[in-house]
């Protein structure tokens, strides 16, 4: 398994971005995976999230691909298919590739929603995603060893 882990971020609203993976680097520290090890790729939005994933995880360089971004609701039907489109995408990159990806976006209805689940604490999107797929991926190596 590679010693790697990819972090595609949406950076649709740049500071939930940050605050996300910030957070995603604390998780994959607190699963011993250094600071060093772990790659960030910014896409515009979290529309874009599985095809960054997908990249990813083809390349062959990661044990895993957390997926991170916002969607906030508004007042069109936009939002349902971004989140739908989002999660299934990624979804289907994990299924497809073997490569485990998490699903760390933020699928609010308002920005006070998303900045108590981007800012540290037991809710923080970017660290439990992080550490899930971090432990997916340990538990793709242990099966396969």
Request: hydrophobic fraction near 45%.
């Amino acid at each position: 398994m590679a010693d790697e882990f990819a972090v595609c971020v949406s950076t649709f609203y740049e500071d939930l971005a940050e605050r996300l993976t910030n957070g995603a680097i604390e998780g994959f520290d607190e699963e011993g995976v250094s600071a060093a090890s772990v790659h960030t790729f910014e896409v515009p939005g979290a529309f874009e999230l599985p095809a960054a994933a997908k990249w990813c995880a083809e390349s062959g360089r990661f044990a895993g691909v957390a997926c991170l971004g916002a969607v906030i609701r508004g007042e069109t039907d936009h939002y349902d298919y971004v989140c739908a489109e989002a999660a299934s995408g990624v979804q289907r990159v994990q299924l497809d590739t073997g490569v485990p990806c998490a699903f760390g976006v933020l699928t609010c209805n308002t920005m006070e929603q998303a900045l108590a689940r981007a800012g540290g604490g037991k809710r923080d999107q970017g660290r439990n995603a992080a550490i899930a797929v971090a432990r997916m991926a340990r538990l793709r190596t242990d099966l396969e060893a």
